[in-house]
């Protein structure tokens, strides 16, 4: 059994600030490669953000460049998602997620899924 779990969401205003954090069981996945995918309500699953097994290689969506920021501990076995300046279109559910596959920006590249936290931004 592999378990994903995130934290963090909530409700913010536009321009505010929110950091979610992700947490993996065993902890030998979080050395997996890692990533965030959002959903909003009638909205495909879209990719927000990965990192490389040591952390040293970052893709981040050309959607969220600038405000949001991709990160990882591998001693505490965790993954966050910083997110500044902060948009209602930002607005979804945010899924960690970690695998070994070579389709980093697809959701096809990972095995491993949290339940989702929530993020809602409001005007």
């Known amino acids: 059994q592999v378990h994903v779990v995130e934290s963090g969401g909530g409700l913010v205003q536009a321009g505010g600030s929110l950091r979610l954090a992700c947490a993996t069981a065993?902890?030998?996945?979080?050395?997996?490669?890692m990533a965030w995918f959002r959903q909003a309500p009638g909205k495909e699953r879209e990719f927000v953000a990965a990192?490389?097994?040591?952390?040293?290689?970052?893709t981040i969506a050309d959607s969220v460049k600038g405000r949001l920021t991709i990160s990882r501990d591998n001693a505490k076995g965790t993954v966050n998602l910083q997110m500044n300046r902060l948009l209602p279109d930002d607005t979804a559910v945010y899924y960690c997620?970690?695998?070994?596959?070579?389709?980093?920006?697809?959701?096809?590249?990972?095995?491993?899924w949290g339940q989702g936290t929530q993020v809602t931004v409001s005007s």
């Open positions: 990192i490389s097994r040591l952390g040293d290689v970052t």
């Open positions: 997620a970690a695998g070994a596959g070579i389709r980093r920006t697809s959701e096809s590249g990972y095995s491993y």
């Open positions: 065993p902890p030998t996945y979080s050395l997996y490669y």
